[in-house]
């Protein structure tokens, strides 16, 4: 299982960016995949969440409404498209998924906030 993030950087607040991760080794249309986050002393916390297929998805309070979770089970890719950003967006994005009794993550991508 490979999980490859990209997209990350440098953003003023109220802009935009937008997150994906490529992902190869296994069959990607089967699982649902998610994003995390982390900040420096905190614990790596769920942003958002796609099923299988595309049809349900979920998201923390915090980023409900701002980002936008996607999948392209074509391509083997997942998105996150992260508008009206705050500094307190401001993280290591990873990609994730849960296969086989194990969790597999990214490298992760860094998206800082700030003006």
């Known amino acids: 299982v490979q999980l490859v993030e990209s997209g990350g950087g440098l953003v003023q607040p109220g802009g935009s960016l937008r997150l994906s991760c490529a992902a190869s080794g296994f069959t990607f249309s089967s699982y649902a995949m998610r994003w995390y986050r982390q900040t420096p002393g905190k614990e790596r916390e769920m942003v958002a969440t796609i099923s299988s297929t595309g049809g349900s998805t979920n998201y923390a309070d915090s980023v409900k409404g701002r980002f936008t979770i996607a999948r392209d089970n074509a391509k083997n890719t997942v998105s996150l498209q992260m508008n009206s950003l705050k500094p307190e967006d401001t993280a290591v994005y990873y990609c994730?998924?849960?296969?086989?009794?194990?969790?597999?993550w990214g490298q992760g991508t860094q998206v800082t906030v700030s003006s």
């Open positions: 994730y998924v849960y296969r086989g009794g194990l969790k597999y």
